[in-house]
Nanobody, 127 residues
């Protein structure tokens, strides 16, 4: 059974950094595009970043461009989100997701393109 598990969340002060990891099991996602999303209380889930299967295509939302960096290690079946210059408004539950291999060559910001989702990890940024 394919599973994604996020880790690395926690409490950090504004201006600090965190690195989230998303480890896949039960399935090889090396042909899938991967994405990071977040959902703050009372808000809809928001796209943050996506990377295609090779890592050659990356796309960010305007809200995190220049502060967050997505990367992947296919040999470890893991994708990362390095988050710098964190702000209180970055507080949310962060989710990783994977597409079917058919979408793997593209960057995908639409939730509907993602078939597999992790359970999420909480990130809290204090002011």
């Amino acid at each position: 059974q394919a599973q994604l598990e996020e880790s690395g969340g926690g409490l950090v002060q504004a201006g600090g950094s965190l690195r989230l990891s998303c480890a896949a099991s039960g399935h090889t996602f090396s042909s899938s595009a991967m994405g990071w999303f977040r959902q703050a209380p009372g808000k809809e889930r928001e796209f943050l970043a996506t990377i295609n299967w090779s890592g050659g295509l990356i796309y960010y939302s305007d809200s995190v461009k220049g502060r967050f960096t997505i990367s992947r290690e296919n040999a470890k079946n893991t994708v990362y989100l390095q988050m710098n210059s964190l702000k209180p408004e970055d507080t949310a539950v962060y989710y990783c997701a994977a597409t079917d291999p058919g979408w793997g060559s593209y960057v995908n910001s639409r939730e509907s393109r993602y078939k597999y989702w992790g359970q999420g990890t909480q990130v809290t940024v204090s002011s």
